[in-house]
Structures are given as C-alpha cells and as structure tokens.
C-alpha cells in the first residue's frame, strides 16, 4: 500500500480529499481469519527507549513516558513491565517490630520473601505459648516448694537476728515491743516494763545509765534492722532470680524453636533475645488476671496486659510471599501518605495512642525491588507528593514522616521509624509540555528522570503498520467479546485513524479512540441485526459519535443559517471575506467560517488589526498580522510610502482570535478595500502567508472545509461554491465522504494555491498581474489596481500635507505633518 501522496494545485479532483482503502486490497474476509495483535504498534522509538530505561540499573536512570493521552502510553507501559518484570528476583520482606530500646523508634527488619509472614505468625504463636507456658511453670508444686525454700534460709537467718537482739536488748535490762508506729524499745526492772512514773522516780544516776544503755540497743536495733532489710532484698533477689529461672524455664524451648528457625537471620535473633530479656523482666504480664463479677478493674487490668504483649508481635509492612519476580504497582492516587506510608492511631483507655503495630506501607514500600507507575499530573496535585517522591529518590530510602512535621514550626511527638532502603524503578507518565516545564524549573527531575520516552502522535501509513493496526483491532475484539468486523469496516476504522491525524500519509496513535470507535460499531452492529460489522456500522459509529458531541456546532450552524451571524455565500463583495476557524469544546472540535472586513482610508501607514489594538488576540495573530503589513512594504512601498490607514476585524468575533491562519485571508480582504475589487462570498479562505506572498500550511484544515460546507448545503449548494486552501495541507485533506461526493457532483469545489496571486486570481476572477522591467503592473490587474490606488493615495496625502505644512516661528518643520516623514507605527515599533 503506496503512502505517497501528490502535492496539486489548482482544483482538487475527488481523489485528492480523502485517502481511500481498497477493502479487496486487505487479505482476510473478516477479523475472525487475523491473529490479534500483541505488544505496541507504531512507537518503535518510545519502546526502545523504555527498554533501556527498564534494563539500565545505574542511579538516576527512572523513566518519563510522554504523549497525549489515549495514545496506549499506560498500557504500553504495563504490557512491557508484565513481561519484564516477572524475569527479575523477587524482593526481600519488609517487617516492623518494637524497639525495647527506644520504643518511639521502631526496627526495621529484612527478611527473605514470604519469611515476614511467617516471623509474625511464630512470634504470636509464641506470645499464646507463654500465655499458657508461664502461668502453669507459676502454679506447679516445684515452683511453690522452690520459693518456701529460698524464703525459708532467708527467714531463718532473720529470725537469728531478731533472736539476738532481743537477748542484747534483756541482757541491758530493754525489752523489744513491735507497736502501730514500728519497733519500740522499753527500759525494764526485774524483766517488767518500767513505766513513765516509774523511770522519773529514779535517781538521775540510775537514770542516765539506763540511757546508757538504750543508746546501745537502739544502736543494736538498727544495725539488725538494716540487715534485716538487707535480707529482705536477698530474698527479694532470690524470688525474682526463681522466677526468672521459671519464666525461662517455660519460655527458652520456645524460642530456643525460634532461634533455630532463624539462625541465619541475625537481626531477628537480636530481637528474640530482647524479647527473652523483656519477658522474663514482665513476666507477671503472661499471669492471668483473677476476675470476679465482671470488676471493671480486673478487666481494665486484663486489657492493658493484652495490650503489653502486642510489643512482642510483628508488623508485616510488605509482604512477597506470593510475588513472582519484581512487583509492579500503579498508584493513581499518589498522596503523601499512600505514596511514603503513614502512621495510624487507634483509641486506648480513652487516649489516642500509636506504636509499631500501626504504620502502614505506601506505594514506594510495595514497589521496592520493582517498578512504580504513576502519572505526573496525579502527584503534582498532591501537596509535598513530590518533593517527598524525590526526597526518597535521591536519599534512597523510604522515611515514614508526620505530614505535621513538613509545616508545624513546632516538633511534634510521633514515631519515627527507621528508614528503609529504596530500590526502585518509577515511571511517569505525562505530556510533553509537562516535561519541559519540569526539566526547566526542577533541577533535581533531570538528575532523578534520564530516560525520556516520547509517544508520537501517528505512525506511517505502510504496509506494515497496517498489518499491525489490523493486529490491534482484532486484539481488541477478541480481548473485549465483540463483532468480527469484515473488511470494509477495517477499511473504514484506517481512514478514521488518518483522518484523526488529519494526514493521508499517517495513522493516529490515538489509540483509545480507535478502540471506542471498534466497541462503538461492534453496538451498532448488533443494533441493525448485523453479526458482522460492516463500514456502515463503523460510519454509524463515527456520525453518532459527532451527533453526541456537536450541539454547539449546531447552535452555532443555524445563527449561520438564519443570519444572527452574517457571513455570505452568494455574491461578491469589496474588502470583505470568509475566513475559516477551528473551535474545540472538550473532545469534539469542527470549523465556523467568520466574515473578515477590511477598511482603507487616507493615513501614514498604519494597518491595524482591531482585535490587536484591544487586547483580543494572542501573539501568534500578532506575528501573522505583522507578516502581512511587511508584504504589503515589500510589494507596494518601493516609489512610494503607504499612505493609507487601514483596519481590518473579524465580523462577531466576542472571544479573541490567535493563530497565524488567517493571514492570508486578511490580506486578500485588504488587498480588495485597497484596489476597490470584490471578493467572491462563495468562496471560503484558509492559509497563512509570509512576507513574500507564499501560501503557508496550517491546522484543522479538514475540519475547516466541512464547517464551510455545512453552511453552504444548509443554505443550498450553488455549484461554485468551495474553499482555498495551501497546497501543503492538501495531504491533511480527510473530508467526510458527503463533501467528496458534493465534490464529485460539482457541487462543491475545493482548490489548493501556494501563493497569494493564486488565491487572489480565484477570489476576484482577475489575473494577479507581474511587474515589468519598471516596477510596473498591468493595469487591469490586481496588483496594478491596488499600486494604481496606493498612488493615488500618496498624492492625495502629499497635496494635503502641502496645503497644511505647520512651521515653527524658525522655519522648522513639525515631522508629523510633513509629507517626506509619513508615520509608520509599525516600523517604529519593530
């Protein structure tokens, strides 16, 4: 199949409007007959690149797909990264646990894929043991005999020492007395207490020896009771090492099982040994609670030790258990949370409170060891999204961090996990504009996204993208449960596809939109009782499709219609023209014809544009509008300077003009006020032109056509009605079948020029007309009476100026009326 298309000018035949497929040109009778089609069609350099973007492993090396949307940029990707992604190592587990040392810090342990889960069901596991193992080692008669055994050597030796001081305190005439208040020491005569009374009737002599005396037994007394609390504490000590060796005792097979199974593991075995260490430190904990009634304090009780013990559990963050090869995770809501992790809370004893058990994965931990995805329109709408997305890029790690701490002046009291090593692959997706804006304003984005890989909007139209455009259509019918289409309809879906691209030598990569218009036909298929799809049914598909889409087009046909917006199509007219637009409203888009008008009076140069002068057109109407007035200089302005003032608008025109594709039709609206010639009205103009006349391509042409078309058949078609357009956009030409045969019947017409004398030769049925060897034009030419005008002009400006010379009382002469100075606001500004 030929992609070669010839440049014409002059009248377009039928042909030259639309690029037709031959249905007998395509090898099959139906999609039933053809293989669907794998893999991405037309993008051979974005594929390349995102190969190597996806097999380099060096720092930095992350991936930027750009392309419009609905170009398969997403699909693309995840096709590519279903196939390479299960060739690579599955990643390591990721598992979070307390920190006996410091709690608000919890650990971050790495495990062999699957081996988290596991670590997590042993280590509760182990929890229910003990909860079991330790209340019973506690409740044996060997526990009970070893406690009265410790205490009773303790308790022996204690009562040896109470034993003494008792015989001291008798042998210096004291008694010991245990009172309310503590141990009290008593004076004593003949071993009976001796009373207040009794002691004040003593001699002072007998009186200070017994004080003597009590100084020493409350000497004694304290010597003993100190050593009885220091038996006390042995005996204490003893309890606790007994019960240290009984919580052990009932405890150490169980994770003796635990270090045996992770031997090889040596920060699970640090942690095994802080739980040994914690456990036989709380072991009261692993106790049961004694409830009765229903007391709220033993049940309060009861859930605080559950509570306790979760320190003991394991948190699987990421799990890989059943992952085969790297993972792969699209994130289309990539907030600071579900992109880094987040810490969450839960309500205990009326507190919010949050440990190790509550952190949460994001996106980065679920893709660590593989691929990412994420749009960069999605991210950049998320507030500290991206900055915390590069943070972790640059600093490979995933740091889990309180949205609070990034805006609050004042530290706030959370956790802070310890980080975790990021090895990653992300993959955005966006628009090119988006790209280079980024690469201009992000320093770090180019250091952080080195692989750029660009879809293009079309492909070729060959031989082999057909096949492949073939491939995908079948995939989609197959993949989707619908119609076989026949080969008219294939055809017909091709030159859909060129005509989205509006280029008879390319193929859109628009690809969602293919695909609507497959399911879209497969309806209405099924919907005329067709169990194949025929080019009607796709022709159906694509009218129904404008129908939804074009009530503005319409609204705006019959202001057309009835004459609310006047533009003609019969008739000539002097400086006035039909100029053709695109106007888009969301997805649909289809081209108005406006009238332009052009006025010419005497002046010093001046050609404005009344949308320019008020701040109604964008800057590429400007440039396009400044082209024109340097065509003008050039033709016109070498005997004589431009004396005239001309302004020129677009008739209706509410909401701003831009772009440079009117150009052409302005000039030939000047060039008709200029030399006093009518324009034809039946005649629509699209082009830009540049300062020397030549007829420049523009966009939307084929929709232009049609919108001038709609009007005219609306109105009633005349036979000599059409358009002009630049002869390199005649290989952009995808008219809807109506205009061709409108075209065919001779009642529409359509001719490309590539110059202005071309063009202006069709609009005033006048030869443009060459200079000669003088500088002169024929007469009766276009460019002979406009210079013939242009002259006239002058003089009528060089007589007035002469008859209103201002002069200074000097003899100077103000410049602004001297006729050897005209003003030229547009010289001056450039």
């Known amino acids: 199949m030929s992609n070669e298309i010839r440049l014409v000018t002059g009248e377009l035949p039928p042909e030259a409007l639309r690029r037709r497929v031959d249905p007998a040109s395509l090898p099959f009778e139906t999609t039933a007959e053809v293989p669907p089609g794998r893999g991405t069609i037309g993008q051979p350099r974005a594929i390349d690149a995102i190969t190597f973007g996806l097999e380099i492993r060096a720092i930095g090396y992350n991936i930027y797909v750009s392309g419009q949307p609905g170009s398969g940029r997403e699909t693309s990707i995840i096709d590519m990264l279903g196939e390479f992604a299960p060739r690579m190592p599955t990643p390591d587990d990721w598992v979070y646990v307390h920190n006996f040392e410091d709690s608000d810090r919890p650990t971050a342990i790495r495990l062999p894929a699957g081996r988290g889960a596991t670590l997590a069901a042993d280590m509760l596991r182990f929890v229910t043991d003990a909860q079991r193992e330790i209340p019973r080692a506690f409740d044996s008669e060997d526990y009970a005999r070893r406690q009265r055994n410790a205490l009773a050597a303790v308790g022996q030796r204690r009562d040896t020492l109470f034993e003494e001081l008792q015989q001291f305190a008798a042998a210096n005439s004291f008694a010991i007395q245990m009172t309310p208040t503590g141990i009290a020491t008593i004076p004593t005569a003949d071993g009976q207490p001796l009373s207040n009374e009794a002691y004040a009737q003593l001699p002072k002599a007998e009186r200070e020896a017994i004080d003597e005396r009590g100084k020493l037994v409350q000497e004694r007394l304290g010597s003993t009771m100190r050593q009885a609390r220091e038996l006390d504490r042995e005996a204490g000590e003893r309890v606790s090492e007994l019960n240290r060796e009984v919580a052990l005792f009932a405890i150490g097979p169980l994770l003796d099982e635990l270090r045996e199974r992770y031997h090889d593991y040596r ?20 106790r049961p609670v004694e409830q009765q009634n229903a007391d709220p304090a033993a049940q309060l009780q009861a859930s605080r030790r559950v509570e306790f013990t979760a320190r003991y559990h394991v948190n699987v963050l990421i799990d890989n258990g059943g992952t085969h090869g790297a993972p792969v995770v699209s994130e289309r809501n990539p907030s600071y949370y579900n992109l880094i992790g987040r810490m969450d809370y839960r309500s205990l004893f009326g507190t919010m409170v949050t440990d190790f058990r509550e952190i949460k994965p994001g996106a980065l931990h679920r893709a660590n060891g593989g691929f990412l995805v994420l749009h960069i329109t999605d991210i950049l709408r998320q507030p500290f999204a991206w900055d915390a997305l590069k943070r972790a890029l640059v600093g490979k790690e995933i740091r889990i961090e309180h949205m609070g701490e990034q805006t609050s002046m004042v530290p706030t009291a959370t956790l802070r996990p310890e980080p975790i090593p990021l090895d990653i692959k992300v993959i955005l997706i966006g628009t090119s504009l988006l790209y280079q804006t980024l690469y201009a304003a992000d320093e770090e984005f180019a250091e952080l996204f080195k692989v750029k890989a660009e879809f293009a909007p079309d492909m070729r139209w060959n031989d082999e993208n057909t096949a492949d455009y073939i491939g995908f259509i079948s995939r989609q019918i197959h993949d989707n449960g619908l119609r076989h289409f026949d080969r008219s309809a294939v055809a017909r879906v091709l030159e859909y596809s060129a005509r989205l691209r509006e280029d008879q030598r390319k193929l859109s990569t628009r690809m969602q939109d293919i695909a609507n218009v497959i399911t879209e036909a497969s309806y209405w298929a099924g919907n005329a009782g067709h169990e194949i799809v025929t080019a009607d049914d796709v022709a159906q598909a694509i009218l129904q499709k404008i129908y939804r889409a074009n009530l503005i087009e319409d609204y705006v046909l019959e202001r057309l219609i009835d004459g609310t917006i006047d533009v003609d199509t019969e008739g000539s007219r002097i400086g006035q023209i039909n100029g053709l637009a695109v106007i888009g409203v969301g997805d649909y888009v289809f081209g108005q014809p406006s009238r332009i008008s052009a006025r010419v009076a005497l002046g010093s140069g001046d050609i404005e544009s009344i949308e320019r002068e008020i701040n109604q057109s964008g800057p590429t109407h400007g440039k396009g509008f400044l082209i024109l007035t340097g065509y003008l200089r050039g033709q016109y302005g070498k005997k004589a300077p431009l004396a005239i003032r001309a302004t020129i608008t677009f008739e209706q025109s509410y ?13 030939y609206a000047l060039l008709s006020a200029i030399g006093e010639i009518p324009l034809r009205q039946d005649i629509a103009v699209t082009g830009s032109v540049d300062q020397y006349g030549t007829v420049q391509a523009v966009g939307g042409v084929t929709d232009k056509v049609e919108g001038f078309f709609k009007v005219c058949k609306a109105r009633g078609l005349t036979g000599t009605q059409g358009v002009i357009v630049p002869a390199t956009n005649v290989p952009s030409l995808m008219l809807l079948p109506e205009v061709v ?17 071309e063009g202006i030769e069709l609009l005033t049925d006048l030869p443009a007309g060459e200079m000669d060897d003088d ?28 008859q209103h010379t201002a002069t200074s009382p000097d003899g100077h002469v103000d410049p602004v009326k001297s006729p050897t100075t005209p003003l030229d606001k547009e010289s001056q500004a450039l």
């Open 655 to 667: 909401s701003g003009v831009d772009g440079d594709s009117a150009s052409s039709v302005e000039l």
């Open 267 to 286: 920060e699970v075995l640090r942690f095994i040994d802080q739980v040994q260490e914690d456990v036989l430190t709380n072991y009261a904990e692993f």
């Open 775 to 802: 500088g002169n034009y024929p007469p009766e030419s276009v460019h002979g009476k406009v210079a013939a005008r242009l002259e006239e002009y002058a003089r009528q400006a060089q007589a007035f100026s002469a």
């Open 741 to 757: 045969d409108a075209v065919k019947a001779g009642q529409f017409h359509i001719w490309a020029v590539e110059s202005i004398d």
